[in-house]
Structure formats: C-alpha cells, structure tokens
C-alpha cells in the first residue's frame, strides 16, 4: 500500500471520529443547570498545527469566560472533508486561508477573522547535527526524510505548490521516506529519531524545545496566512463569534499567538460586549438601520449610532468625539475629518429632488420654478448637512441661489423634517433626497432635478484609523454590502455604487515573539 493511500486511509478513520463525536455532542440530553452552559459549547475543527497554541487559548477562554468549547483538531484538508459530511460545528480553523477560499466556494463559510501568519522550513535536531543548509543537503541519500501528506496538510501542500514552479518537488517526493496525516506527526518523527529532518511551520515548533526550525532559500515565499471562519452550519453564531474575537483579540488570543511564534494580524481590544459607536448622516437610516440591528443580534454586540446632519456630526467629532466608524452623506463630509478616517470607500449615491403635494398644485417642473413669488420652500441647513451643502452648490451652478433663498423660510438639519413640513401644509415645496421621498408616495410627488450633475450625493464608508473595534466595524461593513442591504438601499431610493468586495481596513503583521 503507498504512502499517501495509508495516509488517506488514516483520514477517512479521524472523519468518521470527527462525525461521531459531534453527534454525540449534538444529541446529548439537556438537564437543568449545567445544560444550561452545554447549549453555549461550541465546536471548531482546528488545524494540528495550531493545536498547542489553540490549546493555551482555550485554557484562558474557559477561565476567563466560563464557556466551553470542543476541539477537533487533523490536517486542514481532513477537516474540510469533515465539516462538507458532517454539516455540523461552528468554527474552520485550517493552517492556510486557502482552505477557507475552498470553503467558502462550496457555501460553508460566511465570516473569517484573521489571525496570522507563519512560514514554511525546515525541522531538525537541535543544533542541526545533520549540517543541513538547504534543499540540496536533503538529497544526501543517508538522509531521512518526512513529510505531511501534500493532499490533506496544508504545510505540505504548500511546500509541492512553491517547489514545483521551480521543478524540485518531483526529485524531493522521491527523497521522501514518509508521508504523516498532520505537522505535529512530522515533528514528532524528529523528535523521537524516527527522521532526521522534515517540512514544517515555523510556529509548529513552539512546543518541541527538542528540535529547531531552519529556514531556506527555496521556501522563502511559503508563508501561509490563518484566519477563522464562521461556519454557515452554526445554530450558534453568536456564542461562535464570541469566541473568535476572544481568539484574534490583541489582548487576549493573540498575545498566545505571538508566544508560539505567529506573526500576528493586528486585532481589536477585547470586551466581553464590545460597543461599536457609528456615526451616520440621517439620510442613512431607513438604509442600515435593520442590517445593524441583525448585526447586533448575531455578533452580541452593541452598536451605538448617532444619525444627524453630516455637518453636525463632523463638528461633534472635531470636538473630539471620534466614533468607530462614519458613513456620510457626501464626500465632502469626510475629508472634513481625513485626519480621522484616513481610508474611505464610495458606497452608494443619493440625488437631490423637489418634492411638492400630491398632485403637484403650484405646478412645479423646474428648480427655477422655485423662485415664483409667494412660494414657501424649505431646504437642508449648509452648514449642518451635507443635503443643504449640495443644494447651495446646485444652486450657485444653476444661477438661481439669490431668487430661489428670497423663498426659503426654513432650513432643517435633516430632510424627514422637511417631508413632515410639507405632509402638514407649511411648505410648498422642498428640496431634499429621493431617499426621503421614498414610502412617501401616497402624499406627496417627487420632481427630478435635471441637467445638473452636482445635485447628486455620493456616500462614503470609513473605520476610524485609532478604533479600538476596527475588525468589528469591517464585519458590519461587510452586512451592508451584503446583497440583502443592496436591495434595501435601492428600495430606499439610493444606488448602489461599490462594484467590488467591500475593503477591510488594512491589518499590519507584529513582530514574531520567536524571531
């Protein structure tokens, strides 16, 4: 029988376990008390080789939470086979992200969370009696040589895809003396004297004091990023994401991380409840206001909003309130406040239309209309929203602005206001979004302002470059651009502008503990 076939065999036998333990988790009877904290268990098929560190994790997660969270653990292609069978569990947790790409492709992931990163190299005794310096040592035939099995391990399957580009695998398979079902087999060879040396993660070493990593030429691009993800068979989604975040805090799961040698992603500062705080031009509300209510539910989190006048929101944060993240109602709102929200991304637009009663009594076609003797328009404020800033400008381009403010007799901070002032009769018309104007149809009829291209809003996204919940504000960033909150938008009278997946704010690696 071949090498990889005992190999595959062995992960066909740690499936079948995987299966009949989370069963057996799944159906156990549920008794008052301590079943209590049995319906918060959670299970994670994690990767052998973050199996010590996840080890340390949980020690501190179970003490300082009082949750309790099952392990799985086997090479990263093995559990992917799991969890595709199985269709049970809650968290991924492979040792390369392109597992979760996998995953993802076959729809059995939605969130991931970063993690890390660690490289690929070599394993030896300590103090490398061998005199191994590169790939070219490994082919002394006197040497022995094991690996992880390239199908289901992802340090090996990464080691054959850099090697064959540069037409060296083929020669190293054939110096191969043994295929493992996992890295932690690998260096345990080693250690025992089975092998002399083997392919590895640099961070897998962490609990073998025994041998040493040796780094060389040809892997210097075989780094794997890690993440976790949030499997779509979870009936636990919130109990799951408690835990990941517990796992890539800065001050908690990451600082085990950096003990065992990962260069760490930079992560968010741990609360049990985190409070997310958002800043939003009021125009925004109808449009996220259910997607960040789902978001609170399914995270366990709060999420703290202020919708306003983008005008009055920029003076409060240069006052120095600085929230999580801001979505205003134009471009020229944030880079009012670039010192805070360095990075922005256009999400959707927004255009400026008069609205008259139903029916259109005064006969309302034109912008210019709006300058007929008599007329009682209302307008958004320049100075506390963005709506009034656009219509001053729309208004200067036109060559109006003098007629049309002689009929102005109130400037509001939001445009709701303005459709309530017209629903009563105080105003003839107004000037505000088409989103205001939307589920308004039954009392009032909205003019589309043409020819003037400076009579559209365009709405930008933005994390605060010193939020403590950065990560989190990603993940709520990812809801709304979700195709769900897309159609809200459009239902709310925007269009949607974002043609690509929506960013994250950029993550930088810390420094490894071991290097």
Excluded at 71 to 76: E, K, L, N, P, R
Excluded at 247 to 257: F, I, K, M
Excluded at 330 to 337: A, G, L, N, Y
Aim: net charge negative; aromatic share 6%.
């Amino acid at each position: 029988m071949s090498k990889t076939v005992v190999a595959m065999v062995g992960s066909l036998v740690l499936a079948a376990g995987a299966f009949w333990l989370l069963s057996r988790e799944e159906g156990r009877p549920r008794t008052n008390g301590p079943s209590k904290s049995r319906r918060s268990e959670i299970v994670v098929y994690c990767a052998a080789s973050n199996q010590s560190v996840m080890e340390s994790i949980l020690s501190d997660y179970e003490r300082e939470t009082g949750r309790k969270v099952v392990m799985q653990y086997g090479s990263s292609q093995t559990l992917l086979s799991q969890l595709q069978v199985a269709a049970v569990g809650d968290l991924y947790l492979p040792a390369d992200d392109s597992f979760l790409e996998i995953a993802r492709e076959k729809d059995l992931i939605d969130e991931t969370l970063a993690i890390g990163r660690m490289r690929c190299g070599l394993a030896v005794p300590k103090g490398n009696p061998r005199k191994i310096k590169n790939l070219e040592s490994l082919f002394n035939e006197d040497l022995r040589i094991v690996q992880a099995n390239p199908e289901a391990a992802a340090v090996a399957k990464l080691t054959k895809t850099v090697l064959s580009k540069s037409n060296l695998w083929d020669r190293l398979d054939r110096a191969t003396d043994a295929y493992r079902t996992t890295v932690i087999d690998v260096a345990n060879d080693i250690k025992v004297g089975a092998a002399d040396v083997g392919f590895v993660y640099d961070a897998v070493l962490h609990p073998f004091p025994e041998l040493e990593f040796l780094p060389i030429e040809e892997l210097a691009s075989a780094v794997s990023n890690v993440s976790i993800g949030i499997l779509k068979s979870t009936k636990r989604p919130t109990a799951a994401l408690h835990f990941a975040r517990y796992v890539t805090a800065r001050d908690r799961g990451l600082l085990n991380y950096q003990e065992h040698g990962f260069q760490t992603f930079g992560g968010d500062v741990w609360q049990d409840v985190p409070e997310l705080a958002v800043y939003a031009g009021s125009m925004l509300r109808p449009a996220i206001e259910e997607t960040i209510i789902a978001f609170e539910s399914r995270e366990g989190v709060s999420v703290s909003r202020s919708y306003n006048g983008c005008g009055i929101l920029v003076g409060q944060m240069k006052a120095g309130q600085h929230p999580d993240a801001y979505f205003a109602c134009d471009v020229e709102f944030m880079s009012q406040v670039k010192d805070i929200f360095p990075e922005s991304v256009d999400v959707s637009q927004n255009e400026l239309v008069i609205i008259v009663p139903k029916g259109n009594p005064q006969k309302i076609r034109l912008l210019s209309d709006l300058t007929k003797p008599g007329l009682r328009v209302g307008i958004g404020h320049e100075k506390q929203c963005a709506m009034g800033w656009i219509t001053q400008r729309t208004l200067k381009e036109s060559g109006i602005q003098t007629e049309f403010m002689s009929n102005v007799t109130v400037q509001t901070p939001t445009g709701d206001m303005l459709v309530n002032q017209l629903r009563t009769g105080s105003l003839d018309a107004a000037v505000v979004y088409l989103s205001n104007a939307a589920g308004a149809a039954d009392y009032l009829d909205a003019i589309q302002i043409v020819g003037l291209q400076c009579s559209i809003a365009t709405q930008p996204w933005a994390v605060a470059k010193d939020s403590k919940h950065g990560r989190l504000a990603d993940r709520l960033f990812q809801r709304i651009c979700s195709a769900e909150s897309q159609e809200v938008f459009q239902a709310e009278g925007f269009q949607w502008k974002l043609s690509k997946d929506p960013p994250v704010s950029p993550i930088e690696p810390s420094p490894s503990l071991s290097q």
